[in-house]
C-alpha cells in the first residue's frame, strides 16, 4: 500500500483520503491472485477485491494441468505440505457404462480451491498486495486515460489500470454491457455446475475420470488429503426437468453404471452442493470500457478439457509482462490490447475451439456411446485429441 500514491478522493458516496493505486484486481481467483503476486514482486501498488471471505470453496474440477505447476511455485506455492495426487490416467465413460482409458501426454494434479485460493491469498498479501475481502465491486468508471474509480461495498478506490478477472459472470459484466450477456442461451446450451467433496471406499489416485450421462459430464479425482472431487455439468433444462439435484443424479447421472457405484459407494462432505448456473462457453471480448478482462471473464474452456485454472494462469503471466511497459508509458492501452490479443489468440483460441468441439459429444447419449467405442480402438487419436487441450509449461 506505502507504493501508491495519496490522494483526496471526493465523491457523493464516501469522501476519504485514498490511494491511487497502480493496478486494481477485481477478483481473487486463481487468474486475479496469481497476477496480483507476480506484479507486486515487480514493486507495483495493487489492491485486489475479493467478494468472499477466503476460504471459501469453488465449482471446479480441481485437476491442475502440470503445465501450471513450476509457475505456481515461482509464485510461491510450497507444494510439499500438501499431500497432492499427480494424475497421470484418463478414464472416460459413456453413459451406457463403456470404458475407454488412456495415458495422459502432461497429465495434472489435484487441489483443492479452497486449499490453493487461500494460499495465493496469504502469498499474495506477503507479497504487498491489498487485499480487500467480502467486497464486491458494484461498478468501475474510466475518468481519463489512466484513472478508473472503483465503486466497492467498501468505498470507492483509485487506480491507473482495472484488470477484470471475476470469473464467468458477474454483476459487472451487465454494468459493462458486455456482448454475450446480450445473447439469450440457447436451452441445450445454458449450463449448471454441481461439485461435491466426497470421501470413497476405492479410486485410483492418479486418475482421472469424465463418465458421460444424459446431457451431461461428470468429472471425479482425487485432491489432496483423504478427500475426491465429483464435478458435474449440465444444462439448466435437465435440472428443470427432473426438479431436484437429488432427483437427477438418481434418475439421470446413475444411469451411467460407474456415476451409480461412485454416488452409492460414497459419502458426501458437504451439507449442500456446491452449485452455480448460467455458465456459457461463447466467445467474449478482452477488453471493455478501458478494463482488460482475465481468466474465465476473458473466455472460458469447456470444463471437460481440464484446462480453465492454467489458462488463467498462463494469460496472468503473460498480462503481469505487459503491464509494466503501459504503467512506464511504452505501451498505451491500444497497444496492450493487441499484445494481449496476439498472444490469446496464439496460445488459446485453438484449445478453446477444441473444447467446445469435444463438448457437443459429451452429454448426447448415442453419440457419446459411439465416440467412446471409437476411441476404444483408436487411442493413439484420444492421445492426440488430449494434446490439443492441454499446454506447455510457463
Ligand atoms: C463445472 C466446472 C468444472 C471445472 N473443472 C476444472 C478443472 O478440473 N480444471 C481446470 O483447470 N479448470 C476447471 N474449470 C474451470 C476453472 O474453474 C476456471 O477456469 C478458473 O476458476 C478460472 O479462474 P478465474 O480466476 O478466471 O475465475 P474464478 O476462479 O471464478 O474467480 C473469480 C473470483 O471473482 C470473484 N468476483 C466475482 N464478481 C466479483 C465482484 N463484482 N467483485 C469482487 N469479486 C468478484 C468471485 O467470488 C471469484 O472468487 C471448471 C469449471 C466448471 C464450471
Not at 459413456?94 to 501426454?105: F, M, S, T, W
Not at 471475476?166 to 454475450?180: E, H, P, T, V
Amino acid at each position: 500500500m506505502a507504493l501508491g500514491i495519496s490522494l483526496v478522493h471526493c465523491t457523493k458516496k464516501k469522501m476519504s483520503e485514498t490511494i491511487l493505486y497502480q493496478v486494481a484486481i477485481v477478483g481473487g481467483g486463481l487468474g486475479g491472485l496469481t497476477l496480483s503476486i507476480q506484479l507486486a514482486k515487480q514493486g507495483i501498488a495493487v489492491v485486489l477485491f475479493e467478494k468472499k471471505k477466503y476460504p471459501f470453496h469453488k465449482v471446479c474440477g480441481e485437476y491442475i494441468s502440470l503445465e501450471s505447476k513450476p509457475f505456481l511455485e515461482r509464485c510461491g506455492i510450497d507444494f510439499s505440505k500438501w499431500d497432492i495426487p499427480i494424475i497421470t490416467e484418463l478414464s472416460v465413460s459413456a453413459p451406457n457404462g463403456r470404458q475407454v482409458k488412456q495415458h495422459l501426454p502432461l497429465g495434472g494434479f489435484g487441489i483443492s480451491r479452497y486449499s490453493l485460493d487461500a494460499e495465493l491469498k496469504t502469498l499474495a498479501l506477503k507479497n504487498g498486495v491489498s487485499i480487500y475481502e467480502n467486497t464486491t465491486v458494484h461498478a468501475v468508471t474510466r475518468l481519463h486515460k489512466d484513472q478508473y474509480t472503483l465503486d466497492t461495498s467498501n468505498g470507492m478506490f483509485t487506480a491507473q489500470l482495472v484488470v477484470g478477472s471475476y470469473g464467468k459472470r458477474s454483476n459487472l459484466d451487465i454494468k459493462f454491457q458486455r456482448s454475450f450477456i446480450k445473447r439469450k442461451p440457447h436451452a441445450l446450451a445454458n449450463f449448471i455446475g454441481v461439485k461435491y467433496h466426497i470421501k470413497v471406499t476405492q479410486g485410483l489416485a492418479n486418475e482421472i475420470q469424465l463418465h458421460n450421462f444424459k446431457n451431461g459430464y461428470c468429472g471425479f479425482s482425487k485432491v489432496e488429503g483423504n478427500t475426491w472431487c465429483l464435478c458435474y455439468l449440465t444444462t439448466a433444462a435437465n435440472l428443470q426437468e427432473h426438479g431436484s439435484i437429488e432427483a437427477l443424479e438418481r434418475e439421470v447421472l446413475s444411469q451411467n453404471p460407474h456415476l451409480k457405484a461412485i454416488l452409492e459407494s460414497s459419502q458426501k462432505l458437504y451439507n449442500e452442493p456446491l452449485t452455480i448456473s448460467n455458465i456459457d462457453f461463447s466467445k467474449k471480448e478482452l477488453m471493455k470500457d478501458g478494463v482488460i478482462f482475465l481468466g474465465d471473464a476473458a473466455g472460458m474452456i469447456t470444463p471437460l478439457c481440464g484446462n480453465g485454472m492454467s489458462i488463467a494462469m498462463h494469460a496472468s503471466h503473460h498480462l503481469s509482462k505487459l503491464i509494466p511497459h503501459y504503467l512506464n508509458g511504452v505501451f498505451s492501452v491500444a497497444q496492450l490490447l493487441e499484445r494481449y490479443t496476439q498472444f490469446w489468440k496464439k496460445n488459446f483460441a485453438k484449445r478453446l475451439w477444441v473444447g467446445r468441439l469435444i463438448q457437443r459429444s459429451f452429454g448426447r447419449p448415442v453419440l457419446s456411446n459411439w465416440v467412446v467405442r471409437f476411441f476404444a480402438v483408436n487411442k493413439k487419436l484420444l492421445y492426440l485429441l488430449i494434446r490439443q487441450t492441454h499446454g506447455k509449461t510457463f
